[in-house]
């Protein structure tokens, strides 16, 4: 069967203060902004566009999983353990909130992360393999 969604274009991340969320993006992740107005901030990650949408207090695109564990909904790749740790050390020096690199008992090791406006991200330092090519 042939694939029918190609990939991940566009990614809509809740934050309160528009042009506070595109510096940290900037910052910190090295994003490039392509948009900002009074609503919405357009950042370019990781090969996609991610929304950061005015939102009201409290709210992240995190979740709560059946053991009330919060959870990120995003996992960022990077080509390998050596990058993982360079960017885990990274965004510590940045005083970005950071978890420890874990072994959760598959390929590769990971990390979260939280931006500014409490919205985790997991990393992962394994490459899909349409990307290793």
């Given at each position: ?34 948009y ?5 901030a ?39 353990i ?32 939280s ?19």
């Amino acid at each position: 069967m042939k694939e029918k969604l190609i990939r991940v274009g566009t990614t809509y991340l809740p934050v309160q203060d528009i042009e506070k969320a595109a510096k940290w993006y900037e910052r910190v992740l090295d994003a490039k902004l392509n948009y900002i107005d009074e609503d919405k901030a357009i950042v370019n990650l990781a090969n996609q566009s991610f929304f950061l949408v005015k939102a009201p207090k409290n709210e992240t695109a995190n979740f709560i999983d059946i053991n009330g564990k919060e959870r990120f909904s995003l996992t960022f790749e990077v080509n390998g353990i050596e990058e993982l740790v360079a960017l885990h050390n990274e965004l510590s020096v940045k005083g970005v909130t950071i978890g420890d690199i874990e072994n959760r008992g598959h390929a590769g090791r990971n990390f979260v992360f939280s931006d500014a406006d409490g919205n985790k991200f997991d990393v992962w330092s394994e490459l899909s393999p349409s990307f290793k090519e």
